[in-house]
């Protein structure tokens, strides 16, 4: 069956980085479009950003400049460089997966305080 399994996250102060990677088996890795997303206390989950299978990229307006989405198809793994982290990224962040069908992973805590 498909997984998707983030990792990376953790407690980082503002201004600093880090980077999410999302290992994903039982499935053909390379068709997906995979994205992550993110649910921040009492709020709705929310796009983060996004990467298509012909490596195109979206990303939301609060993290443009700030985050980067890439994927390697060799290793089945969608990664986020996130810098520049600011209080309000925290949030669990998670990975999706989306062809003919939608995967979400268990999501990782990324914690931006002093």
């Known amino acids: 069956q498909v997984q998707l399994v983030e990792s990376g996250g953790g407690l980082v102060q503002p201004g600093g980085s880090l980077r999410l990677s999302c290992a994903a088996s039982?499935?053909?890795?390379?068709?997906?479009?995979m994205g992550w997303y993110r649910q921040a206390p009492g709020k709705q989950r929310e796009l983060v950003a996004t990467?298509?299978?012909?490596?195109?990229?979206n990303y939301a307006d609060s993290v443009k400049g700030r985050f980067t989405i890439s994927r390697d198809n060799a290793r089945n793994t969608v990664y986020l460089q996130m810098n520049s982290l600011k209080p309000e990224d925290t949030a669990v962040y998670y990975c999706?997966?989306?062809?003919?069908?939608?995967?979400w992973g268990k999501g990782t805590l990324v914690t931006v305080s002093s």
């Open positions: 039982g499935m053909i890795f390379k068709i997906y479009t």
């Open positions: 999706n997966a989306e062809y003919s069908m939608n995967y």
């Open positions: 990467i298509t299978r012909a490596f195109s990229t």
